[in-house]
């Protein structure tokens, strides 16, 4: 089942991947220019309010360095892993159900538990290439367009903050696939619940709201402190990996005892 999963996901896996990797590829292109003319890149973002540009997660202090530029976009790359991440755990349940093929997996001579968890190692496997795919694309891209040395321990940890996010809102997803009986269409409450929680996360920031940190997966990861500090934060750091486990576990609970229907 675990490598049905895969190869059921195989194409989209290899669409999200070059959507990250040509997001990546696009951005570090414009860096030479960017880090070229600093000094008028930072005027013009002077004339924009405060709260916009941190809301749209800008640092006007570190933009053109490389480690500040790619935070900057980052943001972005994390919001496209999180719909991937949220489809996939909101459609590994779920699709059995759309397609009429739940009935069908639970006569086999496999417990649920064994079925949840070849999914849930499926997503997983899925999220992991995706970032591999992606992390290495994005230090030859960074090594082919830096002018200057940077940390790399803090680049690393800022790309491996994407599979972090994703792997929170997998978990998410697999809960909410466990909770609703029937799910007509995976895209929109992918959409909906990444973008509600992508404007709170703008919101807050354009605020200066800490509060709002504990509402929304993508403030769980402070890029300007992981550039600085090359670490995260351990009290946010904690909190995804228990939201991811108490999404996992309730999600697993209520699959486990849930009724199942097709028609």
């Known amino acids: 089942?675990?490598?049905h999963e895969l190869r059921e996901n195989r194409r989209p896996m290899?669409?999200?991947t070059f959507s990250l990797v040509a997001v990546t590829v696009l951005f570090f292109?414009?860096?030479p220019s960017i880090e070229k003319d600093g000094d008028q890149f930072i005027k013009v973002l002077q004339n924009y309010p405060e709260g916009v540009l941190?809301?749209?997660g800008v640092q006007i202090n570190s933009i053109t360095s490389l480690l500040g530029f790619y935070c900057y976009f980052f943001l972005y790359i994390m919001l496209c892993g999180a719909i991937q991440a949220m489809n996939l755990g909101t459609g590994i349940l779920s699709k059995e159900v759309s397609g009429k093929t739940a009935e069908f997996i639970l006569t086999k001579p496999v417990t649920r538990v064994k079925i949840m968890i070849s999914k849930l190692f499926a997503v997983l496997a899925i999220l992991v290439i995706t970032n591999l795919v992606f992390v290495a694309?994005?230090?030859m891209m960074a090594k082919a367009v830096a002018v200057e040395d940077f940390d790399m321990s803090a680049f690393f940890l800022i790309s491996a903050a994407n599979l972090f996010v994703q792997l929170i809102f997998a978990a998410?997803?697999?809960f909410v696939s466990a909770l609703f009986t029937k799910i007509r269409s995976v895209l929109p409450v992918s959409l909906g619940t990444v973008f509600a929680f992508f404007i709170i996360s703008m919101f807050g920031s354009a605020i200066g709201d800490e509060a709002s940190r504990y509402l929304t997966p993508f403030k769980y990861v402070d890029l300007p402190y992981i550039m600085k500090h090359s670490?995260?934060?351990p009290l946010y750091l904690?909190?995804?990996a228990a939201l991811i486990a108490v999404a996992v576990g309730a999600g697993c609970l209520l699959f486990v005892k849930k009724d199942i229907h097709t028609v």
């Open 238 to 240: 904690g909190m995804g």
């Open 1 to 3: 089942m675990f490598l």
């Open 172 to 174: 998410l997803g697999f």
């Open 29 to 31: 292109s414009m860096y």
């Open 137 to 139: 694309v994005s230090y």
């Open 14 to 16: 290899i669409i999200w």
């Open 54 to 56: 941190k809301a749209l």
């Open 231 to 233: 670490a995260y934060e």
